[in-house]
């Protein structure tokens, strides 16, 4: 697993350069939510990245907005990432405090290739 820190939680993440191997599945989370005023219910996600990923090689990005909840609700959002738009949260309970977190998934089968990701940034409301 590895863990990216924000240092403006209401806008940007920004990471240092990672290099992580895995044999099938990785996985990462921001390292700490960003806290928020108000539930969170559209969030954008926009990830630069070096190249296409081959067709078997998948990657999902998840949105929760309530993050310090003991029953985090994951919401796949990745349609909206690809697409370049906003997606909605349906999510409308967070009873630990309003918050924002992401996770990427990458899953591949029996293909070894370089996924570069050089940023992923996030706006929301």
Known sequence: RVLFRSYEPSKIIYSHVISVSSTDKLEFTINEPSVTDSLVT????????????????????????????????????????????????????????FGLDLKVVFTKNNYNANVIIHSLNYVFY
Not at 56 to 68: C, D, L, S, V
Not at 78 to 91: D, H, M, Q
């Open 42 to 97: 559209r969030v954008k996600v926009i990830l630069d990245m070096d190249v296409k990923l081959p067709d078997n090689i998948t990657m999902q990005i998840y949105a929760t907005n309530n993050p310090f909840d003991d029953n985090i609700v994951w919401e796949d959002i990745s349609a909206s990432v690809f697409n370049g738009v906003y997606a909605k949260l349906k999510n409308k309970n967070a009873k630990k405090g």
